[in-house]
């Protein structure tokens, strides 16, 4: 009697080349990399992004950047930083470091830019939540996004998807 083995750990040629160019220290994704933390709800921690994200032009790249060196900060009612932020001071402070001049509430900021499809998201794009508007976050790309959520909660990236209520995107830069 002949049996034929199968393996249950197949490695694809693509996983194979990708674990070959990681391992010499080329990047093949804009996030080289993240960590988990926990719980990806929509109100707290997430994953935490360590590495920088491409953005599609200078402006957005900063504010990115900017928002994403915010990670773990408290979520603070009025905050726009540097000790603490609410989601609308994360979002204006991050496009003021950049040099782009944004309202400062999240109903506010929803009227600012153009408006952007969901399927066209980029880094630095702001989402809104909730109808009437009462939250925004920062798309991040990859289906993620950074925020600050609410009392007890830290400035994190979470999935979008984590976030029900989605209303809107706009694009400021």
């Known amino acids: 009697m002949t049996t034929t083995?199968?393996?249950?750990?197949?490695?694809?040629?693509?996983?194979?080349?990708l674990?070959?160019?990681?391992?010499?220290?080329?990047a093949l994704t804009p996030f080289a990399a993240t960590a988990s933390t926990g719980d990806a709800g929509g109100?707290?921690?997430?994953?935490?992004?360590?590495?920088?994200?491409?953005?599609?032009n200078h402006a957005a790249q900063v504010a990115v950047d900017t928002a994403l060196a915010?990670?773990?900060?408290?979520?603070?009612?009025?905050?726009?930083?540097?000790?603490?932020?609410?989601?609308?001071g994360l979002t204006w402070s991050a496009y003021q470091a950049a040099g782009v001049e944004i309202p400062r509430t999240s109903r506010a900021?929803?009227?600012?830019?153009v408006h952007v499809d969901r399927a066209n998201l980029q880094p630095g794009d702001l989402i809104f939540f909730y109808?009437?508007?009462?939250?925004?976050?920062?798309?991040?790309?990859?289906?993620?996004?950074?925020?600050?959520s609410t009392y007890g909660n830290p400035v994190a990236v979470v999935p979008v998807d984590s976030m029900w209520g989605y209303n809107t995107a706009r694009r400021v830069a």
């Not at 900021?109 to 830019?113: I, L, V």
Request: hydrophobic fraction near 30%; include cysteine.
């Open 5 to 17: 083995r199968t393996s249950t750990t197949r490695r694809s040629a693509r996983g194979a080349a």
């Open 70 to 88: 915010q990670q773990g900060k408290p979520y603070v009612w009025g905050g726009t930083g540097p000790g603490g932020y609410d989601c609308s």
């Open 109 to 113: 900021q929803s009227t600012a830019g």
């Open 19 to 26: 674990a070959l160019l990681t391992g010499a220290g080329i």
């Open 131 to 148: 109808d009437p508007v009462g939250h925004v976050g920062m798309y991040i790309g990859d289906g993620l996004m950074v925020h600050s």
């Open 43 to 56: 109100g707290g921690t997430g994953t935490v992004v360590t590495s920088t994200v491409v953005a599609p």
